[in-house]
């Protein structure tokens, strides 16, 4: 079974976490999240991913700064609350990952979907409308392009 299931019980295979890391687990994970289609077998194009990874390193960026600028404490403490909640789950997967079965899927990163809304709904007041619209918008907008180029277009001629 263990050459059958190389994926299973990492740790008791004296596979330590930063070796399990190098098999490309975040990249995985991110993929998945953002548009990996026919069973993770169906990527999008790199600069795809590359652009969305800026839009959202820009998003997060973002809410930093303002909240540390012009935020109260309240909204420093949701945005350090759904840091710490963000991190956990980066934890605990990992951790999963390694202990049970080494599966990197972004799916598990969608109970962040209300964290983030929460926050949002909490900010609203000090963050500027068009520069949020603009990259929510832009992010949007990519998650349609990868949906109709690769899972609608591609996706047949990939299972045919």
Not at 65 to 89: P, V
Not at 102 to 111: D, I, L, T, V, W
Request: net charge positive; glycine share 6%.
């Amino acid at each position: 079974i263990e050459d059958k299931y190389w994926s299973l019980s990492l740790d008791e295979r004296d596979i330590d976490i930063p070796t399990m890391l190098g098999y490309g687990w975040p990249k995985q994970v991110f993929m998945s999240a953002f548009g990996n289609y026919a069973y993770v077998s169906l990527p999008g194009s790199q600069l795809y991913y590359k652009v969305l990874a800026a839009l959202l390193s820009a998003l997060c960026l973002y809410l930093i700064y303002t909240a540390i600028r012009f935020g109260n404490n309240t909204q420093r403490l949701l945005l350090l609350g759904a840091g710490a909640l963000f991190g956990a789950l980066v934890a605990i997967t990992i951790y999963k990952s390694w202990t049970v079965d080494y599966q990197p899927q972004g799916r598990y990163y969608f109970a962040m979907i209300p964290v983030l809304g929460t926050l949002l709904a909490w900010m609203r007041s000090s963050v500027n409308p068009l520069i949020l619209t603009t990259i929510v918008t832009a992010m949007m907008s990519l998650g349609i392009y990868s949906f109709i180029t690769i899972a609608l277009l591609e996706i047949t001629k990939y299972t045919l």
